[in-house]
């Protein structure tokens, strides 16, 4: 087992840039998690997917940042334009059922 | 809204002895409460969870227990060793209410001392 797999996994971008984090979760799982990791906020999760559809979106920053899930095996946050306040660690995370969540090794990301 | 609060900050202990981290949580619906490790730049990783029908659970050197009255659950670390140091979370979650968010506390950064 892969666990759940992040690309890339340091991103340097200049502001206004567009940024694409990827993520494909565990074979079989069917809830899918990003979550965004700073000193200052801790962990917050920005938005789940249950069967490749959005469930709850309420942690979304602002319209800057959309996610998609075409398929049970690949999802996309997307960040555009990026700003210097988007830097922080983006972690993706995938369970069978609501609970045990297993974490990827996230995406670093730095807007400059 | 829903809010998990997570004392202390930081803990330091010396080898061998216990680690206490407690957390509170707001939301009555809450029924699922695991606990994650994460060691410096690696990813959060699941140690052990609690659901809301048992009050205590043991996995060797850690037991986690939980007062739903009270709405406060607890992380023991017995015989700590030098590889438990590391951040721990507490989160909060409900699992039967049609959304299945995973609350946060804001982690203990616990240091065990050699």
């Known amino acids: 087992d892969a666990g759940v797999i992040q690309s890339p996994r340091h991103e340097v971008t200049e502001m206004g840039q567009e940024v694409t984090l990827r993520c494909k979760p565990i074979s079989g799982h069917d809830y899918l998690f990003w979550y965004r990791q700073t000193m200052m906020r801790g962990l917050e999760l920005l938005i789940y997917?249950?069967?490749?559809?959005?469930?709850?979106d309420s942690g979304m920053p602002e319209d800057r940042f959309s996610a998609k899930m075409p398929n049970a095996s690949f999802s996309t946050l997307k960040i555009q334009p990026s700003e210097p306040r988007d830097s922080a660690v983006y972690f993706c995370?995938?369970?069978?059922?609501?609970?045990?969540?297993?974490f990827g090794p996230g995406t670093r990301l730095t807007v400059t | 809204g829903e809010n998990v609060e997570q004392h202390p900050s930081t803990l330091s202990v010396q080898e061998g002895d216990s680690a206490v981290i407690k957390c509170t949580y707001s939301?009555?619906?809450?029924?699922?409460f695991p606990w994650y490790k994460q060691e410096l730049g690696k990813r959060p990783q699941l140690i052990i969870d609690?659901?809301?029908?048992?009050g205590e659970k043991k996995d060797q050197r850690i037991a986690v227990t939980l007062n739903k009255t009270a709405k406060h659950f607890s992380l023991h670390i017995t015989e700590t060793q030098p590889e438990d140091s590391a951040v721990y979370f507490c989160?909060?979650?409900?699992?039967?209410?049609?959304?299945?968010?995973?609350?946060f506390g804001t982690g203990t950064r616990l240091k065990v001392l050699a």
């Open positions: 609690i659901r809301s029908n048992v």
């Open positions: 989160a909060a979650s409900p699992t039967t209410s049609g959304t299945y968010k995973y609350i």
């Open positions: 939301d009555s619906a809450s029924n699922y």
């Open positions: 997917f249950n069967n490749n559809v959005p469930i709850d």
């Open positions: 995370a995938s369970s069978l059922s609501p609970s045990e969540q297993y």
